[in-house]
């Protein structure tokens, strides 16, 4: 009976040529290609989302500005243009305005203009404008028109 040799189950240390060192390297170089990468990226988004919160808080303030002229009662002035300006919305400011467009007299055109007098009323057209602004300097402007009726001076 022969005994095996030795060399089916081990290689002599002069034949080793350290493959599994590099390839562990390889694979470490890659998984540290990556982690780099997905942080970018997740860095990335998290700028996206700010800037888009504040794009929303911007617009959001400019549609105050536009509440506010319609809760102001001297806002809807034929006389002189009515405006605001660095008007505190939480941390954000407004700055909106409201001018007189044109008087139209109200006719029997329609069933509502009906129940009016011809020449007694008129439709008062207003352009509003708001333009809200972040700390972060990120801005909207709203433009909006509005009418009212009333009686004709």
Known sequence: ????????YSSPAGQQQGAALITALVVLIMLTLLAISTLSTSTMEERMAANSQEINRSFQTADTGLTQI??????????????ASNVSVGNASTDYS??????????????????WEVGKYSKYYFDLTSTG????GISTTL???????SKTN
């Open 70 to 83: 319609f809760d102001n009662p001297d806002a809807l002035n034929t006389v002189a243009t009515f405006s």
């Open 133 to 136: 602004t972040t700390p972060s």
């Open 1 to 8: 009976m022969t005994r095996p040799s030795r060399h089916l």
């Open 143 to 149: 433009d909006a028109g509005a009418f009212q009726i």
């Open 98 to 115: 409201s001018a007189f467009r044109q008087a139209v007299p109200v006719g029997r055109t329609s069933n509502l203009a009906q129940m």
